[in-house]
T-cell receptor, first 113, second 114 residues
Framework: EPEVTQTPSHQVTQMGQEVILRCVPISNHLYFYWYRQILGQKVEFLVSFYNNEISEKSEIFDDQFSVERPDGSNFTLKIRSTKLEDSAMYFC???????????FGPGTRLTVL | AQSVTQPDIHITVSEGASLELRCNYSYGATPYLFWYVQSPGQGLQLLLKYFSGDTLVQGIKGFEAEFKRSQSSFNLRKPSVHWSDAAEYFCAVATDTGRRALTFGSGTRLQVQP
């Protein structure tokens, strides 16, 4: 069964450093998403991406964040200058055309020290 | 903007007992509704979804949920809980306006006693 994969599973970084989180969505999906879950809190939407551009973003997704689909398979989330409060589990998801049913990856746990 | 409320933060049931997890949503039109499960250290797995039609939907692992428009609810049920069902359960909603972001509830942690 096809699945969304994410690398790395755990990333530790120093405050102020740039990080790139990687995702490989399900191959025939067209819509891609990033969500985050701060420890003990709800899952929050960050951004959605379709047709090589951002289709929607939340208030959390400020200028420190960017997304890219550098090739036909990867989807990345970059945080330019990490802050302590960026520590969270980051989930990638993808969905096909039509009605919204999103498939989630296992997540990347980001720890900012 | 839509919102989702899961009133129960933590529920404990005995193995073999029935289960109902509550979910209420706030949205003006008919939403798309989902239940996801998250086991410790794992990602989110879709249990079931409601888009339209029959208001009682069946999902994986023996779960079902019923959409009640009059109560703005989408409660998750299972007739007999197994120890492996211990996890966190999230209700989520998406709108039909073309906005594809999911809005999640705060989750209910299920503990299963032997």
């Amino acid at each position: 069964e096809p699945e969304v994969t994410q690398t790395p599973s755990h990333q530790v970084t120093q405050m102020g450093q740039e990080v790139i989180l990687r995702c490989v969505p399900i191959s025939n999906h067209l819509y891609f998403y990033w969500y985050r879950q701060i420890l003990g809190q709800k899952v929050e939407f960050l951004v959605s991406f379709y047709n090589n551009e951002i289709s929607e973003k939340s208030e959390i997704f400020d200028d420190q964040f960017s997304v890219e689909r550098p090739d036909g398979s990867n989807f990345t989330l970059k945080i330019r200058s990490t802050k302590l409060e960026d520590s969270a589990m980051y989930f990638c998801a993808s969905s096909g055309p039509g009605i919204n049913e999103q498939f989630f990856g296992p997540g990347t746990r980001l720890t900012v020290l | 903007a839509q919102s989702v409320t899961q009133p129960d933060i933590h529920i404990t049931v005995s193995e073999g007992a029935s289960l109902e997890l509550r979910c209420n949503y706030s949205y003006g039109a008919t939403p798309y509704l989902f239940w996801y499960v998250q086991s410790p250290g794992q990602g989110l797995q879709l249990l079931l979804k409601y888009f339209s039609g029959d208001t009682l939907v069946q999902g994986i692992k023996g779960f079902e949920a019923e959409f009640k428009r009059s109560q703005s609810s989408f409660n998750l049920r299972k007739p007999s809980v197994h120890w492996s069902d211990a996890a966190e359960y999230f209700c989520a909603v998406a709108t039909d306006t073309g906005r594809r972001a999911l809005t999640f509830g705060s989750g209910t942690r299920l503990q299963v006693q032997p």
